[in-house]
Structures are given as structure tokens and as C-alpha cells.
């Protein structure tokens, strides 16, 4: 759903002034402001997320999660979510946009298998701007064996490469086959080489291989939670730390992932 004038219903928790907009009659506009009323909205997140807000009465479970003016909400009783629906257009100038299908760059798609979430045209658009479209594809994300760790060839400009680096974080969301090579790319944020930069665009050519890849999660898997773990000891060829790594899957649809690199060096295997 998207909100009309999400700005009208915010919180001010400070004062606000204006300057007088044009068509106001008085004599020296330059001498007036206006102060601007605070809102009220009764809403509270959860605590580990400032967006989403949870709704629970009995067996009855709603899901809200807001960006801007723009929200998509999603339970297990559909009474109960047209109730709420129905509620929030008394209270707010409010449009229906129907099933979710793209939400902050995720695509999502509905089939008998399940729902599939992609960023496809948001690979496309870092394609298009690394100037890539017509490039021929690579077949791996990163070379094997690669030595960037090491590497001691010639500088790159380094803003160019943080614009790139931040899209592919976001990109992650939906690309966990690109985990690793990100991880990699992340460490040289402050020391970057030519061969760091061709790494990132070999990436790219990587996407345009396979801009749809995404997340399919199945409507036939059981509701099972399982998690795996794993840990590398002396991984980085830089600082000898280990990498720590976890997966959970809910049925057979993976859910969340992360890997990272230890705060301290073991120094046995124990």
C-alpha cells in the first residue's frame, strides 16, 4: 500500500520553521516564518527493527513493515488483514497496490512451487551503470586461487569503487552466491588496487550471466527450522584470522546467512 502525504503523518520531536511560501500577502515576508505542527502517530516497532511493526492477538499474527510512504503487510488470517486494511483508510488517504510484487529493488513472483524474490532490474541497472550491458559473461564470480589479498599493482579511484561495492551489498539480499566474492572486495575499502577494481567488474560480468538468480521460497517444504555452521581456521592470507559462517533454512527456502571474520587470532586449531 502507499500512503498519500506520508509527510503530514511523521513525528517532530523538535521545533520546526519555515520560511512564508509565495502568495503570502504581508508586508516584508522576509520577517515571518512558520512553525510547523508535529504529527501524531501511536504505532511502536519492535525492538530489532525501527520499520516493522508486529501484530498479535491469539492465533491472529500481522506483519507490517514500513519504508516512507510505502508499506506491504502480510498474516495468517485474512479476516483479520482485510479488517486492517479496511482500518487504515479510515485513518489515512491510502492506495491499494494488490499483491506484492516489487518492494525497495526486490522483484517477487508467485508460482505453484512458491515465491521467488530477485533483483533482477536492480542488476540490470548495475550492469547498465558499470557500462557492461554489451560485455560477454563470466561463468565464475571470481578468479581461482586469485592473490588480492596481496596484490601491490597500481591504485584505483577509490569512490568509484565504493559506489559499486555499496550496491553489491544490497544486492545480497537476494544473491547469496555473491557472499563470498563481497566479503572478499569488502577488505580493501581503503587500499584499493587496479586488480581489486577488475575483480569487482568481473563481478559485474558475472550478473549479466545471471541477473534473475534469486531466492525461491517453496510452498511445499515443511515448516522446520535448521541451521549449520562452519569456521575457517587461518583463512586470511592478511591477518591469519578465521572466518565464522552460518545458514538457516526454513524447510528447504534458506532464510537468513552471514560470514565473518573473527575479532582475534586463534592460534591453534582447538
Given at each position: 500500500?502507499?500512503?498519500?502525504?506520508?509527510?503530514?503523518?511523521?513525528?517532530?520531536?523538535?521545533?520546526?520553521?519555515?520560511?512564508?511560501?509565495?502568495?503570502?500577502?504581508?508586508?516584508?515576508?522576509?520577517?515571518?516564518?512558520?512553525?510547523?505542527?508535529?504529527?501524531?502517530?501511536?504505532?511502536?516497532?519492535?525492538?530489532?527493527?525501527?520499520?516493522?511493526?508486529?501484530?498479535?492477538?491469539?492465533?491472529?499474527?500481522?506483519?507490517?513493515?514500513?519504508?516512507?510512504?510505502?508499506?506491504?503487510?502480510?498474516g495468517?488470517?485474512?479476516?483479520?488483514?482485510?479488517?486492517?486494511?479496511?482500518?487504515?483508510?479510515?485513518?489515512?488517504?491510502?492506495?491499494?497496490?494488490g499483491?506484492?510484487?516489487?518492494?525497495?529493488?526486490?522483484?517477487?513472483?508467485?508460482?505453484?512451487?512458491?515465491?521467488?524474490?530477485?533483483?533482477?532490474?536492480y542488476?540490470?541497472?548495475?550492469?547498465?551503470?558499470?557500462?557492461?550491458?554489451?560485455?560477454?559473461?563470466?561463468?565464475?564470480?571470481?578468479?581461482?586461487?586469485?592473490?588480492?589479498?596481496?596484490?601491490?599493482?597500481?591504485?584505483h579511484?577509490?569512490?568509484?569503487?565504493?559506489?559499486?561495492?555499496?550496491?553489491?551489498?544490497?544486492?545480497?539480499i537476494?544473491?547469496?552466491?555473491?557472499?563470498?566474492?563481497?566479503?572478499?572486495?569488502?577488505?580493501?575499502?581503503?587500499?584499493?588496487?587496479?586488480?581489486?577494481?577488475?575483480?569487482?567488474?568481473?563481478?559485474?560480468?558475472?550478473?549479466?550471466?545471471?541477473p534473475?538468480?534469486?531466492?525461491?521460497?517453496?510452498?511445499?517444504?515443511?515448516?522446520?527450522?535448521?541451521?549449520?555452521?562452519?569456521?575457517?581456521?587461518?583463512?586470511?592470507?592478511?591477518?591469519?584470522?578465521?572466518?565464522?559462517?552460518?545458514?538457516?533454512?526454513?524447510?528447504?527456502?534458506?532464510?537468513?546467512?552471514?560470514?565473518?571474520?573473527?575479532?582475534?587470532?586463534?592460534?591453534?586449531?582447538?
Amino acid at each position: 500500500m502507499d500512503v498519500h502525504n506520508a509527510f503530514l503523518h511523521g513525528d517532530l520531536e523538535e521545533e520546526v520553521y519555515m520560511r512564508l511560501s509565495p502568495g503570502f500577502k504581508c508586508s516584508d515576508p522576509s520577517k515571518y516564518v512558520v512553525s510547523v505542527n508535529p504529527c501524531m502517530v501511536s504505532n511502536k516497532p519492535i525492538d530489532d527493527d525501527y520499520s516493522l511493526f508486529t501484530y498479535r492477538s491469539g492465533d491472529k499474527i500481522i506483519h507490517i513493515l514500513v519504508y516512507v510512504d510505502d508499506f506491504i503487510f502480510a498474516g495468517n488470517d485474512l479476516a483479520a488483514l482485510n479488517s486492517f486494511e479496511a482500518q487504515l483508510h479510515q485513518c489515512f488517504h491510502m492506495k491499494d497496490l494488490g499483491k506484492l510484487k516489487y518492494f525497495l529493488g526486490i522483484e517477487v513472483s508467485r508460482g505453484p512451487d512458491g515465491i521467488c524474490l530477485s533483483q533482477r532490474k536492480y542488476a540490470l541497472d548495475i550492469i547498465n551503470e558499470a557500462g557492461l550491458l554489451g560485455c560477454q559473461p563470466s561463468a565464475v564470480p571470481i578468479e581461482l586461487n586469485h592473490h588480492l589479498a596481496s596484490d601491490k599493482g597500481l591504485m584505483h579511484d577509490l569512490a568509484q569503487y565504493r559506489r559499486l561495492f555499496g550496491r553489491f551489498i544490497y544486492l545480497t539480499i537476494t544473491r547469496p552466491d555473491l557472499c563470498y566474492v563481497v566479503h572478499i572486495l569488502s577488505q580493501f575499502m581503503k587500499s584499493l588496487r587496479a586488480a581489486h577494481w577488475d575483480a569487482a567488474l568481473r563481478l559485474v560480468r558475472y550478473l549479466k550471466g545471471s541477473p534473475a538468480q534469486g531466492i525461491l521460497l517453496r510452498s511445499d517444504s515443511a515448516i522446520v527450522v535448521s541451521a549449520y555452521c562452519d569456521s575457517g581456521y587461518n583463512a586470511c592470507p592478511l591477518t591469519r584470522r578465521s572466518l565464522s559462517a552460518y545458514v538457516t533454512d526454513l524447510g528447504d527456502s534458506l532464510i537468513p546467512w552471514k560470514t565473518k571474520k573473527q575479532d582475534t587470532v586463534s592460534s591453534s586449531s582447538a
